[in-house]
């Protein structure tokens, strides 16, 4: 809540840290976004968040305002989306028009990147606006794909330490415990297996023992 992290962690192979702080912002404002789910005019005024809030934002001069709270839109989205998702239809389709308006994103950032690249539009509000509909477009994709399959115990077991993944893989890819050594593509692919393997491995042992925590907690 009051950004321990931050948005400029400042700790060479903690950097992703960032998104903690964002991310118990958007739990904080659930009810609230919970109470405007249930309005009749629910879509309208969070398409009307979804729009006007990052540009607001991005008109202040440090960085902060706009990294932490842009993924409110986004989450508001999100949370308005499950809560309705039986009335979603997921069909192939819809999935290749989500392909297609995942490529126009992309290509938009792309060009951007190239034009803007530095500067508050680009980072602030083009940014924010691609990858939040390129990720919505991504889960409609797979979502469509593999709606009829049932989950492996193997995806399962990765999906339930994601969490932990995300938080430790960058610090042995990047800072002082990183794991690439040398600039040959042997070696790069050694280091990048070698990081997959010592991440998961430290992710399943970390998240084991704050299942413990969190039993005695109850």
């Known amino acids: 809540m009051f950004g321990l992290q931050g948005s400029n962690v400042g700790i060479l192979g903690a950097g992703q840290t960032w998104f903690i702080t964002s991310i118990i912002i958007c ?28 540009c607001i934002l991005s008109l202040f001069k440090p960085a902060w305002p706009s990294t932490l709270l842009c993924p409110i839109t986004s989450y508001s989205i999100a949370y308005l989306i499950g ?35 530095g500067t508050f539009l680009y980072e602030r509000v083009i940014v924010q606006y691609t990858s939040s509909i390129g990720a919505f477009c991504i889960c409609y994709i797979i979502s469509t794909l593999f709606k009829d399959k049932k989950v492996s115990k193997c995806l399962k077991k990765l999906s339930s330490v994601s969490f932990e993944v995300y938080l430790f893989h960058y610090m042995f890819i990047v800072g002082p415990v990183s794991l690439y050594r040398g600039t040959t593509q042997f070696m790069w692919l050694v280091s990048s297996i070698l990081v997959l393997l010592v991440t998961v491995i430290i992710s399943t042992i970390v998240h084991m023992l704050s ?6 907690l109850k």
């Open 27 to 54: 739990y904080l404002c659930t009810p609230l976004i919970r109470k405007i789910a249930n309005n009749e005019y629910a879509n309208v005024i969070m398409a009307m968040l979804y729009v006007i809030f990052p």
């Open 83 to 117: 809560k309705n998702i039986n009335k979603i239809d997921f069909k192939m389709n819809y999935a290749f028009i989500a392909i297609l308006i995942l490529g126009t994103a992309f290509g938009i950032r792309f060009i951007s990147r190239i034009m803007f690249d």
């Open 211 to 216: 299942e413990k925590v969190l039993v005695l």
